[in-house]
């Protein structure tokens, strides 16, 4: 079962079947337009007072870069940054290949231990994210003398999708594994399947790319839980190794 966006899940979906596997959709997070552009808008025709700009995920990629493209260009001296994998390749579609990225841990964290963000004060930092993200990027920039705005360019929201036929599929045996990709995404999950299906989600093995997620679902109950590393690629390679190993504990 494949939980993220409907719009960001084919890549996924499509390896899943490329490798023999049936991909079940079931988005458990919708991705929407961030409302009134006037205020966002106004930061991108500014862009040139940034020395940052730092982009939190490939859907801040997409929706910044589209809006961007539609007004300017992005400054010459502006360097890029990206939290993740996903975000570094969203930014090559868009033809910005110097990205700062970080090497191992593709969290603010990681992104925070990379030199050029050790010392900035004085700096000017644009963040692009969705409404009501993580503010820890942002907060420890801050504390290091950086001057923050936050670019938000869409919403996360709870979709309202029918878990009837994913009940049933449980029912049959025909879920052998579920995949998120955020905190969010799990608990927008556990709130959709509600008290019929969280047995079912308890005793699925759980494959996730962090461990703040792997946190959560520990305290939800589930039972097995699997961090991958970032990326799809990643995250399908710990699928198969895990159900073609010697001994899968399912």
């Given amino acids: 079962m494949v939980t993220r966006p409907r719009e960001q899940s ?7 079947k490329a490798a ?30 940034f020395d940052f700009a730092i982009f939190v995920s490939p859907t801040a990629v997409n929706r910044a870069m589209n809006l961007i493209r539609a007004r300017r260009e992005l400054p010459a001296g502006l360097r890029v940054a990206a939290i993740g994998k996903g975000s570094a390749r ?6 910005i290949d110097e990205v700062l990225t970080p090497e191992h841990r593709f969290d ?12 900035v004060k004085g700096r000017s930092i644009v963040i692009f994210r ?3 993200g993580r503010e820890l990027l942002g907060n420890v920039l801050m504390e290091r003398g950086a001057t923050i705005e936050y670019a938000e360019c869409y919403r ?6 029918d878990a009837s036929a994913l009940f049933k599929a449980w029912a049959r045996g025909e879920i052998d594994a579920i995949t998120v990709t955020s905190t969010e995404s799990l ?3 556990f709130d959709m399947i509600g008290t019929l299906g969280r047995p079912f989600l308890r005793k699925t093995p759980l494959f996730v ?16 839980v699997v961090v991958t590393a970032s990326g799809d690629a990643e995250m399908l390679e710990s699928i198969i190794r895990y159900f073609c190993g010697p001994h899968p504990s399912r």
């Avoid at 969203?90 to 033809?95: G, I, N, S, W, Y």
């Avoid at 996360?156 to 999708?161: E, L």
């Avoid at 790319?209 to 097995?224: K, M, N, W, Y």
């Fill in 10 to 16: 084919l890549d996924l979906s499509a390896s899943i």
């Fill in 20 to 49: 023999g596997g049936r991909a079940i959709l079931f988005p458990a997070l919708a991705v929407v337009n961030a409302g009134d552009r006037r205020t966002l808008n106004a930061l991108i025709d500014r862009l040139d007072r």
């Fill in 90 to 95: 969203e930014l090559r579609r868009f033809d």
């Fill in 108 to 119: 603010s964290e990681g992104l925070l231990a990379l030199a050029e963000f050790a010392d």
């Fill in 130 to 132: 969705g409404q009501g």
């Fill in 156 to 161: 996360r929201v709870r979709p309202s999708g």
């Fill in 187 to 189: 608990r927008n999950l």
């Fill in 209 to 224: 790319p962090h461990q703040r997620i792997a946190e959560l679902a520990r305290e939800l109950g589930i039972a097995t």
